[in-house]
């Protein structure tokens, strides 16, 4: 995951173009692959991986060309953040789109429903679609058709300096309240602080939201949830880590930010995901790479889960060479490069198949991040899933800032949901 704010970008958008975008567009892709026979022409390939992975993933797309030698890849790195927008924009205004595009499972149905990508179904870029993970399946799928192949499926876990614990003498925390009252041992003994807390992405409220018991929206029954008693106990458990100095935290570069601190060793634990692990590990607290622990996301009042993330990958609706970029997701998706981006990156799979390969099976943070997969909690995957992140964000800034009450925040907050859902009660 990641990765900045998840894609809450503001865009204009014209919804007459999005019909228009299926016709054509694609950039400088060429039409070589389109005709039959052997794949030719150009796939442009969107990469919104990191600092710490792009140079990998880029190898990867590359080596497609060592299959298909007529087809020439070329690789953009398009920073997370400014993705989402960018696609749009040129998606809806027919010029730039990529051919293909690594897309954060919240915006697959959005994309979808604006017409911009090609259904897969029936096409070589699902190939062996039963070896997918059946919850890495749900995000790629809109009103009964695949828009997305899964690339890379991820949830959150607490990050923890071991040395650091184990100098202040305190366990691993396993709820939040555990947390604030190992902070003060933490700082009396080893003056870090013992949280970072992302106060700047909405993402990272999930997990405060679920301790609770607590969800967005339930997507199957039209209800919105998170102006109930647990969407306020969560924005009171994040203000009351802030105001104890359990835990410290920015309103905005929160992924910088956090990853300095954990690395310098001036936070002992952070809330982050299987993305940030080699980061993690070039940071001088980590130079013994074993002092890195991972453990579940502490639990709140009620209950324990983290949200599941992840990564696809989809076609655009107007490439010209689609049958190439088929081909190319196929490729980037297949058992054979999971492999190789888990052994170089520590990212989890999204085929069963890999799973079993001793490498991977043997992976350290696979062990971990595997169980805590099988246990996140889906997402509701509508057209309007990636646009709930905004109105939490907004309000997380007002209760760390003391601009607003946790009780406010949420009702601010569910208002704001039914605007943007108007069937929704």
């Known amino acids: 995951m990641r990765r900045g704010i998840r894609g809450i970008t503001a865009t204009a958008l014209v919804a007459g173009l999005a019909l228009a975008a299926t016709a054509c567009g694609g950039g400088d892709s060429g039409s070589g692959g389109d005709s039959g026979g052997e794949l030719s022409g150009t796939v442009t390939f969107w990469d919104t991986s990191n600092d710490a992975e792009k140079a990998t993933y880029r190898k990867l797309a590359e080596g497609f060309q060592q299959e298909h030698p007529k087809v020439h890849v070329k690789y953009v790195n398009v920073p997370f953040g400014d993705a989402n927008a960018k696609f749009k924009n ?38 062996k679609a039963d070896d997918y993970l059946p919850q890495a399946v ?29 100098d202040a003498g305190v366990e691993v925390p396993k709820t939040f309240d555990e947390l604030a009252e190992a902070a003060k041992k933490i700082k009396a003994k080893t003056g870090a602080t013992a949280l970072y807390l992302r106060g700047d992405d909405p993402y990272w409220f999930l997990p405060y939201l679920y301790g609770e018991g607590g969800d967005m929206v339930n997507a199957r029954d039209k209800v919105v949830e998170i102006d109930d008693g647990a969407g306020v ?13 359990a835990a410290v935290t920015d309103a905005t570069d929160g992924q910088e930010n956090q990853l300095k601190a954990l690395k310098d060793g001036t936070v002992a634990m952070a809330v982050d995901g299987p993305w940030d692990i080699e980061g993690a590990r070039a940071g001088k607290a980590f130079k013994d790479k074993k002092n890195l622990g991972v453990a579940p996301v502490p639990g709140g009042s009620t209950a324990q889960g983290s949200p599941q993330g992840g990564w696809n990958l989809s076609v655009y609706a107007g490439s010209k060479n689609l049958r190439a970029s088929y081909a190319f997701v196929k490729y980037m998706s297949s058992a054979k490069v999971q492999q190789q981006t888990n052994e170089k990156l520590s990212l989890l799979p999204t085929r069963k198949s890999v799973y079993e390969v001793p490498a991977v099976k043997s992976n350290e943070m696979v062990q971990f991040f595997k169980p805590a997969v099988d246990g996140a909690v889906q997402r509701p995957w509508i057209a309007e899933g990636n646009s709930l992140f905004e109105p939490v964000k907004v309000q997380m800034n007002k209760v760390l800032t003391g601009a607003a009450s946790p009780e406010q925040a949420a009702k601010a907050t569910g208002d704001a949901y039914r605007k943007l859902l108007k069937d929704y009660k």
């Open 138 to 166: 749900g995000s790629t799928k809109f009103k009964g058709k695949t828009y997305a192949a899964p690339q890379v499926i991820d949830t959150l876990g607490l990050f923890y300096n071991k040395k650091l614990l184990k």
């Open 90 to 127: 040129a998606a809806g205004g027919n010029s730039g789109a990529p051919d293909v595009m690594r897309t954060e499972v919240a915006w697959v149905a959005d994309f979808a429903n604006l017409g911009y990508l090609a259904p897969l179904d029936g096409t070589p870029a699902l190939d």
């Open 233 to 245: 106990r969560a924005f009171k458990t994040i203000k009351g880590l802030v105001d104890s100095k």
